[in-house]
C-alpha cells in the first residue's frame, strides 16, 4: 500500500523557516518524481514545485510565489521528500500534500501558519 | 501559467440526477502529436486530500465509478455525474499538465445536495 506521510509543519513567524518532510512507502521512491502542492484555507489547489529523480538528475521546478525562497530535495537512502521553506510569507499559510507527480498518490497534508 | 476558469462554483443536485461540471482553460491543452487532452478530474472531500477521477480528459481512474464521465477537448471540458450518490457531496477541480511540470487548477466547484 502506497503510503506519504507529511510532517513538520506548525506556526512560524512572517520571515522565518520551516521544513517539511514527506515519508514515502509502499513504491520504489527514487524512481518517482515528486511534487508539492499546496491549498490555502478555504481556497483551491496550488503547485508548489516537483523534483525529478536521481536519474533524471533531480532537478526542480518551482511556482512563481514561492521562486528563490523555497528548496524542494530528497533522500533516496530514506525515502523522503522535503521542503524547506524559507523567508515565509503569511500568505504562505495553507495545508502541504506531499504527491507523486503524476497525483495519483497524495499524503493526508501538514498544515502551515505563518503569523505574528 | 494556463488559467483554468470553472463553472458554476458551486451547485445543488438531487440524489440521483445528474450533475455537470465545467472547465475552460486559456489556451488549448490537446498535444496535436498524440491526439491527448493533457487535463485531468480531481474529487476533494472535507478534511481529505485530493483524488483523482480522470485523466486524459476523459479516462476514469481505476476504481471509479463509471457514473463518473469526462469528455471534451481543447479548451472545453466537462466532469459529468449521471446519478449523483450522497458520497459524491465534495469540491471537483479540473487540472491542466499540458505545460508540465507548472500545473494549474481550476478554483473548484462545490457539490452539493439539494
Known amino acids: 500500500e502506497v503510503q506519504l506521510v507529511e510532517s513538520g509543519g506548525g506556526l512560524v513567524k512572517p520571515g522565518g523557516s520551516l521544513r517539511l518532510s514527506c515519508a514515502a512507502s509502499g513504491f520504489i521512491f527514487n524512481k518517482e518524481c515528486m511534487s508539492w502542492v499546496r491549498q490555502a484555507p478555504g481556497k483551491g489547489l496550488e503547485w508548489v514545485g516537483r523534483?525529478?529523480?536521481?536519474?533524471?538528475?533531480?532537478?526542480?521546478d518551482y511556482g512563481a510565489p514561492v521562486t528563490g525562497r523555497f528548496t524542494i530535495s530528497r533522500d533516496d537512502s530514506k525515502s523522503t521528500l522535503y521542503l524547506q521553506m524559507n523567508s515565509l510569507k503569511t500568505e504562505d499559510t495553507a495545508m502541504y500534500y506531499c504527491t507523486t507527480a503524476t497525483y495519483g498518490y497524495w499524503g493526508q497534508g501538514i498544515l502551515v501558519t505563518v503569523s505574528s | 501559467d494556463i488559467v483554468m476558469t470553472q463553472s458554476p462554483d458551486s451547485l445543488a443536485v438531487s440524489l440521483g440526477e445528474r450533475a455537470t461540471i465545467n472547465c475552460k482553460s486559456s489556451?488549448?491543452?490537446?498535444?496535436?502529436?498524440?491526439?491527448?487532452?493533457?487535463l485531468a478530474w480531481y474529487q476533494q472531500k472535507p478534511g481529505q486530500p485530493p483524488k483523482m477521477l480522470i485523466y486524459?480528459?476523459?479516462t476514469r481512474e481505476s476504481g471509479v465509478p463509471d457514473r463518473f464521465s469526462g469528455s471534451g477537448s481543447g479548451t472545453d471540458f466537462t466532469l459529468t455525474i449521471s446519478s449523483v450518490q450522497a458520497e459524491d457531496v465534495a469540491v471537483y477541480y479540473c487540472q491542466q499538465y499540458f505545460i508540465s511540470p507548472r500545473d494549474t487548477f481550476g478554483q473548484g466547484t462545490k457539490l452539493e445536495i439539494k
Open positions: 489556451q488549448s491543452v490537446l498535444y496535436s502529436s498524440n491526439n491527448k487532452n493533457y
Open positions: 486524459w480528459a476523459s
Open positions: 523534483i525529478k529523480s536521481k536519474n533524471e538528475g533531480e532537478t526542480t
